[in-house]
Each structure stands twice: as C-alpha cells, then as structure tokens.
C-alpha cells in the first residue's frame, strides 16, 4: 500500500512512473525506486520460493544484507530487489531456488 | 523509569502528582498554563530555551526533569511542539463553567478543523468524553507538531490528552 | 588507485562529521557509503531528537543528515555514493571499493569505519512467511520509500526501536495491534511509550511472539505470556490478526571490515555484542582504523556524531593539520558534551560499557 499522505513527509513527491513486468503481468512503478517498493505497493509480497521446502520468501532487512528478497530480473537471478532501482521495461520474475540465468543470458 | 511507567507506558494520576512539572489546581484555574509530563531522566532541554518566559528550567545538567514556574508561565504553548517526547500540554480550567481548554501535540492525518467534534481520548487510549476543536495551530516554525486545542468537560481536564476524529466529521 | 589522507566508510552521523571536522582542518577526505544518499540511518528518523541544542535537538533526524551533507561539502569533502566497501587489506590501508559496477582500490594514510549496524534476527516458527520483517526495515519501506508492508501490524520488542517504529507505522495509517515485550517492563524511553498507549496501541510486557502463521504470507500471529524466567505459560496464548510482524529486538555493530583487519573485539552485552576494541580516541587495535557510531556500540545519533568528530580531530592531528594542543582542546569539549548525554538511567549503562571497551584498549 503506498503511503501517498504522510502528516511529516507531506504528499510524496511522484517520481516518473514506468511500466514493467512481473512473472508476465503488466504492472507500473517508479523510476528509481527499489524493484521490492514498486512490488509491495502493488501488493505483492512473496518474490522467492526456497530450495528444499518451497517456502515462500519476501523482504527482511530492506537494506540489501539478507538476500531474502532476490528475485530473477532481465533475466539474472539473486538480484537484491530491495537495492536494485526499477528501470522502465524490466522483466521482474519470481525465483524458485538457487535461481537460474534465463537461457540465452 | 516510575515503576508504573516502565510496565505499562502510562503514567498515572499520582505520579504526575510528583511532577515537578505539574502547576497547582489554583493556577489551572486561572488560565492557560503548561502542563509537563516529563517524568524520567533523559538527557534533553529544548522545552527550557524556548520558552519565552523563562518558565521552565532544566538546568545545566539536562538529564534533570523540567520544573515549572507556574507564575511565570502564561500557557503559550510554544513548549508544546517543541517536545520531541510529545510529553507537555496546555490546561485552561478557567476556560468557561463547565468546560477547560486541554492543548495537545498532534502528528496524524487528517488534520482537524476548528468547531469538528470528537472523541475525548485518555492516557491508555480511551475515549472518555464527547470534545470540540477550538482551535489548531500548525505554523512552519512547529515543524509539523500541530498543537490543537480541545474544550473538555471541566472535570476531565487532567485525563484528555489525545482525541480522535468522529465518524462522518471529515 | 585512488589515494587520500582519510577514508571514511559510511556516511551516516559519525561518517559525515569526521569527514566534516577532517575536511575543515585541511585533511584530504574521502566519503564513502553504498546507498544512493548519504545520511545513514538519519533518512528514516522522522521524529524529533532529544538533547540539547548542539546536539540537533527537537530537530528531525531527515533534516540533520542533509544540513550536515551540506556542511561536509563546503568543507571540501569529496563523496562517492553508491560505493559498497568490500574489503580492507595492507593492515587497514587498501580499501577495495565497487563504485557502481566498477571495481577500485583505495589507498588512505587514516581509515574510519563507521558502517553502523545490523539487526538482531529472531527466530520462530513461521518467521520466514513474508510479511515478517525487520523493524528498521518496515520504517525504511515507509519512510524512504513511502510503501507500507502492511496495514495490520504486531510489533515485537518495545526498545526504542519498537516503540518509534510503532508510532511511525500508526503516522503512515497501519493499525498497530499491540506491542509485545519479552522483559517484565519496557525498555525504551516512557514518553515514547506514552505516545502509542495514548493511541490505543497495548504494549503486553512478559509476552512475545510464539507463532506466525497463513497461506503464502503472515495472515496470523500467536503471542504467548512468559512466567518469571521468560518461560512460555501453557494455554497463556492469545491470537492476533496481523498481516505485518516487525521485528525489534536489538542492534548488533555491522563490524565485518574491522574484523577482517584484524580488530581485537570485546563481547559488550551493553553495547550490542561484539564491539571493536577502541581507545578514547577512536582509534582501534589496528593502527590508523578508527571506529565511530554504532559500529562502536550501539548508542543514539548524538553520540555517533560526537564520536565522529572525535575521530576527525584525531586524525587532523596525527596528519598535522592540527596541534596537539588543539585537537586536546577540542578533545576535551567533544569529551564534555558525550558527558551529558551519557547519562541517567539510560546512559549509565552504555558508559560502563564504554569504559570496559576502552579498558581493554589500554
């Protein structure tokens, strides 16, 4: 949910908004904002599944330490999504396990 | 910390009844004065060099709790925002017959507006009484502490200390 | 190969003022930090500080970093963002360094680490389940970034991270359904517990959290009250409809390029845990490594900046940009001013662990 009214930070100053890709779906986040933000304020929350178990997995520490937020992104995988600023037309894929580059990558 | 205040976070009645910064019920009713809920030692003194009147003094050793001079103070309120605990307030109990004036710090959304009714709130988040906006400030030099002031049943002056907006008051 | 008299590896309250107080005596000042904007945890402290005046007082954190980003600008000070410090070899004089995606080396007379901290994990079951997640990472979410993690929110641990924390959610508009503490009382300061109980948020001392639990994301969490040794009560649990567990248990310094150097460390349960042994002047037991702020021991922005300056006159002096008769002047005003806040209930302990700390460093 994005914080669009803050009683300290004032209306948030909207940054140029672009369109990406998340697992296919058509989505819309800021430029330069953490691929995690752009997800979260869309409501999605799971961005990984674990190895063994298949647990899902999401943001943790939101400063780039954990790595409980690495997703595949252009197509390389274990990215920090969470540091890593959106760019207009990233491909953002959900990760199942260690992660795998996309063929052809 | 008060052995009341470490348990739950609130500090009662007869704690504040210790506070060296708690003016008597004689100047309460005499007008507007500031009412300091500062009752643990931490080291700050803002509340001491803003005010104008020199009513408050921390002393050199800022660890030491705020002490009002409650002559010398004639509830401005500028200490009010001030506060980065949020820990002072403005009684009025002279404000008419039945009614005192409480002034409280306010960061929240949305903001409320002069004449909105609303819900009267104590120390531990209950709403105890009906109240009216009288008044809001919320100048720049507050730095986004609003102070609002809340006409209160008179017998609820020492318990109001926040209010929420009521359904339908927008 | 960059060279430069002092490199500071962090830019956040003890960052920014020792490359401030190095940079104005005329030290050649290097700043580094692996965000995209300096301030360190400053960018996320929407509340006001306490203190007194020299010490920012009823000033928020958000404007203190950019009014001393400025200051260090002006004072010649050149800052490389985006600089993820890897790496410390040569006895703590090379610094590896990733600028964006290119890889350098730095190679400084003086070195500063002032990397803050890291925090404390809590493990229970389910704590993986997102929605999960570190109490300075919700308010990085929702003061950076302006995303909430989610709208009905448990917060565990009633420090004075807990506390603001939960304050900041309910000012973003989350409905904070209580805050649990494992301790008998609350340990953050009673103004800040004052502010959330008079907004109807209930702080349960002698709980914490035993479960979280839904589909793919946290959807609940089970709380548990303790007895008298912190052992779980059976059948004293209660459930609470949560979509969001922040989690604030405590700091821990992020010390992992003092380690590598070769730092002698002292365990200092006071200070967080693991701290770099330090001597009154910052330095650590590796020659020309300092330490300042919370990598030194978890304490308040106040003191990280006092520290940093500390650092910086320090390293003026050693550099000869400064007389010893000077840097003992200013030693000795920095010196007084961590007096004052160090102390009452709250500072007694962290300058016990200060003096163990500074003990060990002889």
Same mark, same amino acid.
């Given at each position: 949910m994005r914080v669009t009214k803050h009683p300290i930070l004032g209306k948030m100053a909207k940054g140029q908004e672009v369109e990406f890709e998340f697992d296919g779906i058509p989505m819309r986040g800021y430029e330069g904002e953490p691929i995690a933000t752009a997800l979260m304020g869309a409501g999605v929350k799971v961005f990984r599944y674990t190895v063994k178990d298949h647990n899902p997995r999401g943001v943790f520490c939101a400063i780039g330490r954990c790595t409980d937020c690495v997703m595949r992104v252009d197509g390389m995988p274990n990215v920090r999504t969470c540091v890593t600023p959106l760019r207009k037309g990233m491909r953002v894929q959900t990760q199942t396990g260690l992660g795998a580059w996309e063929e052809g990558r | 910390m008060r052995e009341s205040l470490s348990k739950t976070g609130v500090l009662t009645k007869e704690d504040l009844a210790q506070s060296p910064g708690v003016p008597s019920e004689e100047r309460m009713e005499k007008g507007p004065v500031a009412y300091i809920e500062c009752m643990e030692e931490i080291p700050c003194d803002p509340c001491q060099y803003v005010c104008p009147k020199g009513a408050i003094t921390v002393g050199k050793q800022i660890i030491e709790l705020p002490v009002l001079d409650e002559q010398k103070c004639d509830g401005c309120g500028i200490c009010i925002p001030i506060c980065p605990g949020l820990a002072i307030f403005v009684v009025d109990k002279g404000y008419s017959d039945r009614e005192a004036l409480v002034g409280v710090p306010y960061e929240m959304l949305p903001l409320p507006k002069a004449g909105m009714k609303v819900h009267g709130v104590d120390r531990e988040g209950k709403a105890v009484c009906e109240a009216r906006v009288v008044k809001l400030l919320n100048p720049k030099k507050f730095d986004r502490t609003a102070l609002v002031y809340l006409a209160v049943p008179k017998e609820l002056a020492l318990d109001v200390r926040h209010f929420t907006v009521m359904e339908g008051e927008e | 190969m960059i060279e430069t008299e002092f490199a500071v590896v962090g830019a956040g309250p003890a960052g920014l003022s020792a490359a401030l107080e190095a940079g104005r005596a005329g030290v050649q000042t290097l700043l580094m930090d692996d965000n995209q904007a300096p301030g360190g945890q400053l960018v996320k402290q929407i509340h006001k500080f306490f203190g007194s005046k020299e010490h920012w007082a009823s000033e928020r954190g958000i404007d203190i970093g950019d009014k001393l980003l400025v200051q260090a600008q002006k004072a010649g000070v050149r800052v490389m963002l985006d600089t993820v410090v890897w790496g410390i070899f040569n006895g703590g004089k090379i610094l590896a360094i990733k600028q964006g995606d290119r890889n350098r080396q730095v190679l400084a007379q003086k070195i500063l680490l002032a990397t803050g901290a890291s925090e404390n994990p809590l493990a229970f079951p389910g704590w993986t389940l997102p929605g999960v997640l570190g109490a300075g990472a919700a308010q990085t979410l929702v003061n950076?970034? =302006?995303?909430?993690?989610?709208t009905r929110v448990l917060m565990v641990g009633a420090g004075n991270v807990g506390l603001i924390v939960a304050y900041q959610l309910l000012q973003a508009?989350? =409905?904070?359904?209580a805050v649990v503490e494992a301790l008998p009382t609350i340990g953050g300061y009673g103004v800040h517990a004052s502010k959330i109980r008079r907004m109807g948020v209930p702080i349960l001392t002698g709980h914490t959290v035993k479960e979280a639990s839904g589909n793919a994301e946290v959807e609940r969490a089970t709380v548990v009250r303790l007895d008298d040794r912190g052992a779980p009560l059976p059948g004293a649990e209660r459930e609470f409809e949560v979509d969001t567990i922040c989690i604030a248990v405590g700091l821990h310094p992020l010390a992992e390029l003092a380690w590598i150097c070769g730092c002698q460390f002292a365990y200092i349960p006071e200070l967080g845990g693991h701290v770099p042994v330090h001597a009154e002047n910052m330095e650590t037991t590796v020659p020309g490594v300092y330490v300042a702020g919370d990598v030194a021991g978890i304490e308040e922005a106040t003191v990280a900046m006092e520290e940093g300056r500390l650092t910086g006159v320090d390293v003026a002096r050693c550099l000869g940009y400064i007389s010893d008769r000077r840097a003992e002047t200013l030693r000795g005003e920095i010196q007084a001013r961590i007096e004052l806040i160090r102390t009452g209930p709250f500072g007694d302990a962290l300058k016990e662990g200060k003096e163990k700390l500074i003990e060990r460093r002889g």
């Open positions: - | - | 950076l970034h =302006r995303v909430l993690p989610g508009g989350a =409905r904070v359904v």
